[in-house]
């Protein structure tokens, strides 16, 4: 049995140095968001403009998905939450760097700003059961790989 604790950290720790994930809401297909993250909040916030497909779906608090894939492909999540749209100057202000700034003329003031807060709620995540030892392991029948991927995979409550 998988120690959800431990997949939950590891989850956190990739994301948050990757920041690269796949987001949509129901009628808006996933597309690539940065993440900003405030602190060791498990909130997650994306700068976008207000005139894009997903900013224009939240209007209201939406339900949405999150992919991630950790650049080494050595762990996966596909996470369930709640989309809305954070407009808090204080939030802002905190998250604002110069990446973010290239892509908003006017700056923090630009009319086309848009912060949208995702809430995690439940997450599947994967650990590479794909490895090398694992096929070592099942070449020289010395495991099972169904017991491997067992291993690899939990359901966590990141809430």
């Known amino acids: 049995m998988p120690d959800k604790q431990a997949f939950e950290e590891k989850f956190w720790k990739y994301i948050r140095a990757d920041m690269t994930v796949m987001l949509s809401v129901a009628g808006v297909d996933a597309r690539p968001m940065t993440a900003q993250f405030d602190g060791e ?27 991630y894939a950790a650049k080494k492909h050595d762990l996966f ?8 749209i954070d407009n808090d100057r ?3 202000d905190r998250l604002w760097n110069r990446f973010v700034a290239a ?14 807060r995702f809430e995690p709620a439940d997450a599947q995540i994967w650990l590479d059961a794909s490895s090398l030892v ?8 010395l495991g099972d790989p169904k017991k491997d991927y067992e291993d690899s995979v939990a359901s966590v409550s990141l809430k």
């Open 41 to 67: 909040r498990k909130t997650l916030y994306f700068f976008t403009a207000k005139d894009t497909e997903i900013a224009q779906k939240v209007t209201r608090a939406r339900k949405a998905t999150l992919v």
């Open 77 to 84: 999540a596909t996470v369930h939450g709640t989309l809305r």
């Open 90 to 92: 204080e939030t802002i």
């Open 103 to 116: 892509w908003f003329e006017k700056g923090k003031d630009d009319p086309k700003l848009c912060l949208l």
């Open 134 to 141: 694992a096929g070592v392991k099942m070449f020289l029948g």
